[in-house]
């Protein structure tokens, strides 16, 4: 199994109580601790307001970070989970993930997704699409970045987008261009045009909802002649991570008590269910976490992206999970 980690970027009030000033040291010294470490890759979300709630906390831009981090590390890959096809035209989209690549020395992931947060969209302007538009628009958005990367230009007469002779140069540094990470699990489309087009996906990480999303999966490739076997498939997971029960306990405790003045205690309890339920795969002693992910590998996930809520604030459990999680299952 592979490993990726998210930075925080504010989006899930993960860096709250941090100077502004301070938040881009944060981050970068926990890009430059991933640098260093066994992850494979390290993420971003592609948001504009915070959540559960939209609030006045920080919540940094992706494709800025993702071009600092560029400059700033030297060996993981680089990925959003996920860019949302809407918010930027597919042509520039592709030129900022070519230049990226420049930069980094071909190590950016492209995860991409129709978009779902209805309040970031009309409160930037853009509206709020049907579902099948905003699908509608990823699909003809990837075939315009894969055209570029692939030819240096693009030409595409859609009913979403419109572009004729579009340059992208430089070319992505990666042959063939950036891989496509293709995130959700719509299983009429998403899941089409990632039989299509993804090398890797990104969907339900629970037992249950991965087998299903993986046998629509199987279904579109052989509709269309694809290996299945060529798509890597990933999932993301929240993770609290301790030696005991007991100090698992202790850490959701800490970090809603974090979020509770920004959220309010009946936000801030909701906000931790997904923590606290008994879903959730990657909270637990390095044993139990094992134990889950070895189950999910059984299935067929190869790639696990981490998401710690505590990193900003406290990095032993990464460092735990290095030491005992990541060593047991790659």
């Known amino acids: 199994m592979r490993f990726g980690t998210f930075i925080p970027q504010g989006w899930r009030h993960d860096l709250v109580g941090i100077d502004t000033r301070e938040q881009w040291e944060t981050m970068s010294s926990l890009a430059a601790h991933a640098d260093a470490g066994p992850w494979e890759s390290i993420w971003v979300y592609d948001h504009f307001h915070t959540v559960p709630v939209p609030s006045e906390e920080a919540t940094h831009e992706a494709w800025t970070l993702m071009s600092a981090f560029a400059a700033t590390t030297k060996r993981v890959r680089l990925g959003q989970m996920c860019t ?13 993930a070519a230049t990226i690549d420049v930069i980094s020395d071909g190590r950016v ?4 997704g129709g978009g779902w947060y209805e309040h970031e969209w009309r409160a930037y302007g853009y509206g709020f699409p049907s579902a099948g538009d905003r699908l509608g628009r990823l699909n003809e958005g990837v075939q315009i970045m894969k055209q570029a990367w692939e030819t240096g230009t693009a030409t595409l ?28 699990g719509g299983e009429k489309v998403t899941l089409r045009i990632a039989a299509k087009y993804a090398q890797y996906t990104n969907f339900d990480g629970s037992p249950e909802g ?23 498939r990933s999932s ?27 959220l309010g205690e009946a936000k801030a309890a909701d906000f931790m269910a997904e923590y606290r339920s008994g879903n ?11 134990e889950r992910l070895s189950g999910m590998k059984e299935k067929g996930l190869a790639y696990a992206i981490t998401y710690f809520p505590e990193a900003a604030y ?14 047991a299952l790659s």
Not at 109 to 112: K, L, R, S, V
Not at 280 to 290: D, H, N
């Open 236 to 262: 993301n997971y929240n993770v609290v991570i301790a030696d005991t029960e007991a100090e698992v306990d202790e850490r959701l405790d800490a970090i809603q008590a974090r979020v509770t003045p920004y």
């Open 314 to 327: 406290d990095r032993s459990g990464i460092e735990l999970f290095e030491r005992e999680v990541i060593p």
């Open 280 to 290: 959730a795969l990657g909270v637990g002693t390095p044993e139990q976490i094992v």
């Open 109 to 112: 992931e492209m995860g991409i």
């Open 210 to 232: 991965f087998t299903h999303k993986s046998d629509i999966l199987r279904g579109h490739c052989e509709k269309i002649g694809r290996n299945f076997d060529e798509i890597v």
């Open 157 to 184: 007469d859609g009913k979403h987008y419109q572009v004729d002779g579009a340059i992208v140069r430089p070319l992505p540094v990666q042959e063939g261009g950036i891989p496509f990470w293709i995130a959700g």
């Open 84 to 96: 949302c096809m809407s918010y930027r035209n597919p042509a520039y989209l592709a030129k900022v």
